[in-house]
């Protein structure tokens, strides 16, 4: 039987969700890491670009390597999508003023003047990417912790790949399957259940970070538009820096209240939750004041492995 205030499982007051100090500084270093994984393809690429780049002996002789004119685009300061636009003439233009007004100027480092601008145009990208990192890794995190709980429990499941959208039976070596891993379901007792990542509710008329549907994989697409079929609804951030910790729960609050809202004029209510990385003392407190009044029904620390084990069994006994 599900209690009605699950959270006390692993809270027992507003003090238990602040991020402490250790967690803020170990999320920083993790995102760092995260950064420079994602940094090794573009270094190679720009070694790669080195290499090929030396086999001019003047800056004009670039533009006759032809297996480097798109990374000359990229030194020129278009990102890929702008790229796309542009009319051949355009491009030409692009390298060439890029050989007139830097490279040429650089004289006999005009190869490494190159490989710089590429990076930064590279970085740009990179740091695009970084901004979204912080939720892909709490959702790294939470898909680890429910596979967990179903293997020690010698439980099976199936999960929707990312790269195919097939769904696919668990694997005897399940490493490294929250990187492409998009979905998740399992049988619960006599009933199935699907957790699905940031899916479009039509009912609420946005997407919501994480949904747990009373349906088969197989069935998902048939049923995900049904509203009783909603069984919990929950908003993840997994923003560490402590400075926009208010503002990620001032986005999630504002989706909880829609989604509350969109079901109660169809006289539904399911299951609602919160799980946050960077949590402060004000915002742990509303936190807490929302679960005592059931405005919410379980929250818990991203940071916290006791939190979010505790969060993730409640999840998969609903």
Known sequence: MISKKPYIQHLTSSDDLITDYQANRSGFVVLALEKNRRATPFIEQARTLKLFAFQAKMPADLVNITDIQPALLTAAGLSEKAIKYLEIQDKIDAIEGLIKNFLAPAGSNFVEELVF???????????????????????????????????????????LHSATNQWVQMLEDDSDIELYLKGLSWQNELENRTLIFNQKVTLVGNNVDLCLLNCASEKLTKKEQLPSNYIALGELKGGIDPAGADEHWKTARTALERIVI???????QPHTFFIGAAIEKNMAREIWHQLETERLENAANLTNDQQMASICRWICHL
């Open 117 to 159: 601008r590429f990076l930064l145009t590279r970085g740009e990208t990179l740091g695009g990417t970084m901004r979204n990192a912080g939720g892909i890794i709490a959702q790294r995190k939470l898909i680890r912790t429910l596979i967990s709980i179903r293997r020690i429990s010698g439980k099976s499941y199936r999960w």
């Open 262 to 268: 969109a079901f109660s004029k169809i006289e539904l």
